[in-house]
């Protein structure tokens, strides 16, 4: 555990191509997200940040996303040590479990409602996770 994939999972999204407003004409955006461990001493981000990057890149390729290096003109690669230093998530977690109590009024009666944050939003899909009881 704690320890980096040599073929991790990973999630694509190209978001231009329902609102093209958020890329240059004949330009595309990448989002790309790679799942790893939080902060352990078992990973190093300032010696293993660039060859993770790589990894990202060669994923692409299997799903037939190629030569994608040559064509970035603006990349922000955020590791765990990233989203601790900026962020302040503990251990750089963005999926640690809080969670929040609040009331609410459903069909005229008060209960609670719990909602689940992943560190306060899930890095995949952008929305709170919630449940309610």
């Excluded at 040599?6 to 609102?19: G, I, K, L, M, W």
């Excluded at 790679?34 to 990202?56: G, I, Y």
């Excluded at 909602?115 to 899909?125: D, E, G, K, R």
Aim: charged share 20%; with cysteine; net charge positive.
């Amino acid at each position: 555990m704690h320890q980096l994939s040599n073929d991790p999972s990973f999630y694509v999204q190209n978001a231009c191509v329902t609102d093209p407003s958020l890329a240059p004409k004949k330009m595309s955006t990448l989002y790309v997200l790679l799942p790893v461990t939080h902060e352990h001493r078992n990973v190093n981000w300032d010696a293993e940040k660039a060859c993770f990057r790589s990894l990202a890149l060669r994923q692409l390729e299997k799903i037939g996303i190629a030569d994608v290096e040559h064509r970035i003109h603006y990349e922000k690669v955020i590791t765990p040590a990233d989203w601790r230093t900026e962020y302040a998530l503990h251990k750089g977690s963005t999926f640690s479990m809080a969670t929040i109590w609040d009331r609410c009024s459903t069909c005229g009666r008060t209960t609670a409602l719990r909602i689940l944050t992943a560190s306060t939003w899930s890095a995949a899909v952008r929305i709170p996770a919630a449940a309610c009881r």
